[in-house]
């Protein structure tokens, strides 16, 4: 959520991401989008891919044969449209 606002309005992000801010703002300048926050469960894939990609050391092609367990188990109820109910 903190990314569309920093995107679709002209507030400040730190210094470090401004650079990368401005080069997003003018690429997306050129097409149109429509960007919305969807909560976690609505993507249930999205959120654990996202944390994987945060502990990668480099740029990593995942296949969803190398995919953790939980993550492949997640997208296979994505991808036969079945609902996920989140318990703790």
Not at 33 to 39: F, G, K, T
Not at 43 to 66: H, M, Q, R, W
Request: charge should be positive; aromatic fraction near 10%.
């Amino acid at each position: 959520m903190l990314l569309i606002h920093y995107v679709q309005g002209n507030t400040l992000s730190n210094l470090s991401n401004y650079y990368m801010l401005r080069d997003i703002k003018y690429w997306i300048s050129l097409i149109t989008y429509n960007i919305s926050h969807i909560l976690r469960e609505g993507n249930v894939v999205a959120d654990p891919l996202a944390k994987l990609g945060c502990i990668l050391p480099i740029f990593t092609e995942v296949y969803k044969d190398s995919l953790p367990n939980k993550i492949k188990g997640l997208a296979t109820l994505d991808q036969l449209g079945l609902p996920y109910i989140r318990s703790n």
